[in-house]
């Protein structure tokens, strides 16, 4: 394994479990075994630049897989339970690889850490590097499924927000204790509920 993937691994773990902000990048490169304190910045230059390094890693197959599932499941005109499931069962799957593997896995919970921060959100990110093309495109189906509720403005957005909060904390939870959480079925039952529902309150602008 080279020395850059041991970093990136020791960053996600130790992200996950202390924070991205908590954590110096001379520790990051203790834990990775580097005898050079410095060899974080060598290789990544930045703690930003070492969190999109991640994300880079990390996203790539990840958005192979949804890419691949939108292919064969959506088509163009797929429901909101479809492009729900795209969302979540290639997130869900890290978790089974890892299982099979024999291994730990903290990428969910480097997920849900970094929602914490606008500079680092997985969910914005996703909306300007390559590796997200599967969530923009996600994105774009969901938008013609629901078309019909006429949301108001905003009314998707915080909808979807809610979805990637609701997705990605389940997981991390289901990451942090193997064996147990919400199960895949229900986040897709749930994911689709927040979405289709077309019952909402009156936007403010609204003329009686």
């Keep these: 394994m080279s020395a850059r993937i ?3 691994e020791a960053a996600e773990r130790r992200f996950a479990e202390d924070g991205i902000e908590a954590v110096s990048l001379r520790q990051i490169a203790a834990d990775s075994g580097q005898r050079n304190t410095s060899a974080v910045a060598y290789h990544f230059g930045t703690r930003a630049a070492l969190v999109g390094a991640l994300y880079e890693h990390r996203m790539g197959p990840i958005n192979a897989r949804r890419l691949e599932f939108l ?5 163009g005109d797929g429901d909101v339970r479809t492009y729900v499931r795209a969302l979540v069962e290639p997130l869900a799957e890290t978790l089974t690889d890892a299982e099979k593997a024999g291994r730990s896995s903290w990428y969910l919970r480097f997920l849900a850490e970094a929602m914490r921060y606008p500079e680092y959100d997985p969910a ?4 300007e590097r390559p590796e997200g093309s599967s969530i923009r495109a996600l994105i774009s189906g969901l938008q013609a499924a629901t078309g019909h509720l006429r949301l108001p403005p905003g009314m998707f957005a915080d909808r979807m927000r809610l979805l990637a909060l609701l997705v990605i904390t389940s997981l991390a939870d289901r990451e942090r204790h193997p064996g147990t959480g919400v199960g895949t079925e229900t986040l897709v039952a749930a994911g689709a509920a927040i979405l289709s529902d077309p019952k ?4 403010p602008t609204h003329k009686e």
Excluded: D, F, N, T
């Design 6 to 8: 041991r970093i990136l």
């Design 71 to 75: 292919a064969a499941h959506a088509s």
């Design 124 to 127: 914005s990110l996703a909306l």
């Design 200 to 203: 909402h309150p009156k936007h």
